[in-house]
């Protein structure tokens, strides 16, 4: 599997803007699906956003309309806009394959914080 490291995570003020990058071990083209996932401590990670390989994108309704997924695939890199940030926006965000399964290997992610 193509390993998969989120960065670029730190504090921002609510209405603030970040913008996170994913770093791949190998190419993502042969990937049918790439995504982020986010994780608030003590619960699960939940799937945020994803884009397919057919250009189509989806969004968790939470994020939808402040954040956008970027890919460049002659890179090898992943990116996640956010925009219009909010206090609950204050998690750890992970890059990965989209689906994931029980079989998955996880980076270590990058927190976000955002302060009202």
Not at 29 to 55: F, L, M, S
């Amino acid at each position: 599997q193509v390993r998969m490291v989120a960065s670029g995570g730190g504090s921002v003020q609510a209405g603030g803007s970040l913008t996170l990058s994913c770093d791949t071990s190998g190419s993502i083209n042969g990937i049918p699906g790439v995504g982020w996932y986010r994780q608030v401590p003590g619960k699960e990670r939940e799937w945020t956003v994803d884009a397919y390989r057919n250009r189509t994108t989806h969004y968790a309704d939470s994020v939808s309309g402040r954040f956008a997924i970027a890919i460049y695939a002659d890179r090898n890199l992943l990116l996640l806009q956010m925009n219009d940030m909010r206090p609950e926006d204050t998690v750890v965000y992970y890059c990965n394959v989209v689906p994931s399964t029980p079989r998955t290997s996880w980076g270590p992610g990058t927190q976000v914080t955002v302060s009202s």
